[in-house]
């Protein structure tokens, strides 16, 4: 009997010694030792630096959603046995997020630079972990150290075209977590739905907040599914979502949309229009469900030419709205947008018209420049700054923008060159609402993104300089809502995109590998098994 338990435990240890580890993003240094620690029920996690509260909150959730067990808390002093540390290490690395992770017989140690740099040690502990659930989860002995690359690491969701519960946001803000992101870019406001309520303007969401019905097929569609859509988010559930995402070391940036992509506003206060009287104009060859009389919010997608007018009626209307929404998301930037608007309407405008000889513009897109400016310098003084589309190029860029480019690289690369702050995000290499695969089995909006193309990105462009790459921030992917209705689809659509993304951000050039990453990946579809994740295993090679 001795020599059959000595044979099991020798079986374990070199079960365990011969793991593989398997983190993404790949840390910048990583030594694999020989022995393991296991980690149960009686393990403790000692808080052995202040502020290390959220980051163990985190750890223990996951552990009892996964594996059914939590483990007290205490901030005993050494000696530290079967104990998972969490401390600070001084650490000089730049960029806020750093951390030192050891796995001994005796305990876990994580030392961060501040309590982010705890948190993203918790993330790498987190894929140390067996992927099937167990009562003892033993992890092989590691030294690791290391730091983000770029500050900025985002990811969007538009919530404007389908509304999502509170529950799957928090979701989709658990998955920027576990990627070691820190940016949840919310897109809250949309020609097809208004999503945050604004108390002093009761009829955004009243009527703003729903469609008659949604357009079947690609757009424009080969009908219309007559299903009243609604959805929108009380102030209370936003403030819940904000602490959620802070208590995980996550900046919520909104975006309200303007001057374009303003239909659901409209619907709700016609007077925001040049042509308040006019009804909406449907797009050719879309099947319209209800009434078209008056202005409406939009059953298909595209780009509409009822846009806001740059009237002191809609200047007094929008900075009522940032007020109250400045009130509910503390981040210091706010979206605004500023992309996709047609002119048209300014065109024909008297108002209009009159307007760009009164201030002296060249034409409609020095208008937009008038308009973006004049909301820039509202939010700077109160303490914030604008941050838009590549669009607020267009007549001039507001003094204090930050530009995220989205048309390819070519607008981050205009921007940076003049010294503004850029947030890349080329459709060419983020816009996860693209095809993974070359033969998707649901509707897609267009275009072909398969995982290594998102691996291959590289954010800092060479046409800039070293002194002009300093203003690039890092970058973001977007997930645009079109055709996704439901919470699986979206993550489907992310998963495992946001994997290769998060080491495009995290990881240095020379610390990648496309073959190491897809080696590794084959353990994160495993962890993604164990989430009950939907995600797309195919399309990992081009032509796929």
């Known amino acids: 009997m001795k020599q059959l338990l000595f044979a099991i435990c020798t079986f374990f240890v070199l079960a365990v010694n011969a793991q593989e580890i398997n983190i993404i993003p790949q840390p910048a240094s990583l030594k694999q030792g020989t022995g393991s620690f296991t980690i149960s029920a009686t393990t403790k996690i000692i808080l052995a630096g202040s502020g290390t509260e959220k980051s163990a909150a985190f750890l223990n959730a996951y552990l009892k959603a996964y594996y059914g067990f939590e483990l007290s808390t205490t901030k005993a002093k050494l000696p530290w046995k079967n104990a998972i540390v969490l401390n600070y290490d001084r650490m ?6 750093a951390y ?98 604004i108390k002093k303007y009761p009829l955004l969401t009243q009527v703003g907040s729903c469609r008659n019905g949604t357009i079947t097929g690609h757009h424009p569609g080969t009908g219309n599914d007559n299903i009243r859509d609604c959805g929108y988010y009380t102030q209370e559930q936003i403030k819940d979502i904000v602490k959620y995402a802070a208590d995980r070391y996550i900046t919520v940036i909104p ?29 050719k060859k879309v099947t319209w469900s209800g009434d078209s009389t008056g202005k409406h919010v939009q059953q298909s997608w595209g780009v509409y030419s009822d846009v806001f007018c740059p009237s002191e009626y809609t200047f007094n209307f929008l900075q009522d709205v940032l007020d109250e929404v400045m009130a509910l998301f503390p981040s ?72 995220m480019s989205w048309r390819g690289e070519k607008g981050g690369i205009e921007a940076a060159k003049q010294k503004h702050q850029v947030v890349m995000t080329p459709t060419t290499y983020v816009y996860f609402d693209y095809a993974q695969t070359k033969s998707e089995d649901s509707l897609v909006i267009g275009g072909y993104l398969p995982v290594e193309t998102v691996y ?22 977007n997930v645009w809502s079109e055709y996704m209705a439901n919470p699986g689809k979206v993550e489907y659509m992310l998963l495992p995109r946001l994997a290769a993304l998060s080491e495009v951000l995290w990881s240095t050039p020379q610390n990648k590998s496309w073959a190491g990453f897809t080696t590794r990946l084959q353990t994160q579809f495993k962890r993604f098994d164990l989430w009950k994740a939907h995600y797309n295993k195919k399309g990992i090679n081009k032509g796929e």
Not at 264 to 269: C, G, H, Q, R, S
Not at 456 to 477: F, V
């Open 100 to 197: 030192n992770l050891t796995v001994d017989k005796e305990k876990v140690y994580i030392g961060g630079d501040n309590e982010q740099g705890v948190f993203y040690g918790i993330q790498t502990l987190l894929q140390l972990l067996p992927v099937q659930p167990a009562a003892a989860l033993a992890i092989p002995n590691v030294t690791i150290a290391d730091a983000p690359r770029f500050a900025y690491r985002g990811l969007m969701l538009d919530c404007g075209r389908h509304f999502f519960s509170v529950d799957f946001v928090k979701q989709y803000i658990d998955f920027i977590a576990m990627s070691k992101m820190n940016t949840f870019h919310w897109h809250l406001t949309e020609d097809q739905g208004w999503r945050i309520e």
């Open 255 to 283: 975006e309200i949309e303007m001057p374009g992509h303003s239909s659901a506003a409209i619907a709700a206060y016609p007077q925001l229009s040049c042509f308040p009287t006019q009804s909406t104009a449907i797009a």
């Open 92 to 97: 000089d690395n730049g960029l806020p997020g």
């Open 332 to 403: 210091t930037y706010i979206h605004i947008g500023g992309d996709e608007c047609p002119k048209e309407y300014w065109k024909i405008s008297p108002f209009c018209q009159q307007l760009i000889k009164d201030k002296g513009l060249k034409d409609e897109h020095g208008l937009q420049s008038y308009f973006i400016g004049r909301i820039e310098k509202y939010l700077n003084g109160k303490g914030r700054q604008i941050i838009g589309w590549d669009e607020i190029l267009e007549g001039g860029v507001a003094p204090n923008a930050t530009v």
């Open 456 to 477: 291959n990105y590289e954010p800092l462009p060479k046409e800039l300089t070293a002194d002009e790459q300093k203003y690039i921030l890092g970058a973001q992917a």
